[in-house]
């Protein structure tokens, strides 16, 4: 047997168009409401722009009416907020001040007031007169002044003394004071050389064309390379004076930091100026596949190596 449904048809019709027809109602009364309340809104918010009183904010604010400054003496470190604006200052820059002093600044005198963030030549005018500084904000007098000034006191008394002895004794004690203060290196001259395999940066300065600067790179680039074998490798060094290279000499080699190409790993063998990543990958190849390195010959076969590349390195390869 059909189950029947809880109403037919057109009862369902009847029921849909019921409901859409209330639904269209609310919204009607809804959005009427809505702009009913935002017409009131606007109306009220220009009542109270047009007609409010024309009093600024930042009087609200100090609660201080907005009358001439007034004039008295006072003390930047330690006025209050309600003294700094009845004097004409601006709120602004009471705040300023206010977070200067949480920082722990202090205006030692009277010319540090001038720092105040916008103050205008007007205000300066007015309350200039009326700074006092209390003396624990002062700064102490340096004992350089007082020495500056005793000896300016003792050199006007030499001045004004008519023996020739004086003088003289003054100029030698001034011409011995510069010369403990030269401080720079007496430079090579003549005959005189640097070796630049033992030299250390103080004795490097003391070739003709070369600095501080100049002395810490051959010493680093010395590092690098394990020594020099050839005065000429200076010229590597990016913009190194050619002149200087005739005060340079290298007594040995003796000392040269060699590379053992089969016992040195890829990373340690890269690191040096003259080998690089592809040359120490060449060895590192050949020893996987082929064995040791036996001579520089080994080398000639690798396809990396240029036959300059191998005259540079000649001097720093064991095998």
């Not at 209330?22 to 935002?38: E, N």
């Not at 050389?193 to 030299?199: E, G, H, K, V």
């Not at 020099?228 to 200087?244: R, S």
Request: glycine share 4%; aromatic share 12%.
């Amino acid at each position: 047997m059909k189950r029947r449904g809880w109403f037919t048809h057109s009862q369902l019709w009847f029921l849909l168009i019921v409901l859409n027809a209330c639904l269209v109602l609310m919204g009607a009364i809804f959005l009427s409401r809505y702009r009913t309340g935002k017409e009131n809104s606007i109306a009220q918010t220009q009542n109270v722009v047009y007609n409010a009183s024309p009093v600024s904010a930042s009087s609200r604010y100090y609660a201080v009416d907005t009358s001439l400054p007034e004039s008295f003496t006072f003390d930047p470190n330690e006025a209050d907020s309600t003294q700094l604006l009845r004097l004409g200052l601006a709120p602004f820059q009471v705040r300023s001040i206010y977070r200067y002093r949480a920082k722990g600044g202090r205006f030692s005198t009277k010319d540090d007031f001038r720092r105040v963030y916008r103050l205008t030549n007007e205000q300066w005018e007015h309350l200039s007169p009326l700074i006092r500084i209390a003396k624990k904000y002062q700064l102490v007098d340096l004992p350089q002044q007082k020495h500056y000034a005793y000896s300016q006191s003792y050199a006007e008394k030499v001045a004004r003394d008519d023996s020739q002895d004086s003088i003289v004794q003054l100029s030698d004690t001034l011409l011995q004071i510069n010369r403990s203060k030269q401080t720079y290196p007496v430079k090579l001259s003549g005959d005189e050389t640097m070796d630049i395999n033992t030299s250390d940066s103080a004795q490097l300065c003391r070739v003709p064309g070369i600095g501080p600067y100049f002395a810490r790179q051959i010493i680093k680039y010395r590092r690098q390379l394990g020594g020099y074998v050839a005065t000429e490798q200076l010229l590597q060094i990016e913009n190194f004076p050619a002149d200087a290279i005739a005060w340079l000499v290298i007594s040995d080699t003796v000392g040269l930091q060699r590379l053992n190409v089969n016992k040195l790993s890829t990373r340690k063998l890269m690191k040096h100026p003259y080998m690089g990543y592809y040359r120490a990958s060449d060895i590192e190849n050949h020893k996987r596949i082929y064995g040791r390195v036996e001579n520089i010959d080994a080398l000639r076969k690798m396809p990396h190596f240029t036959d300059e590349d191998i005259r540079r390195l000649l001097p720093y390869l064991e095998f």
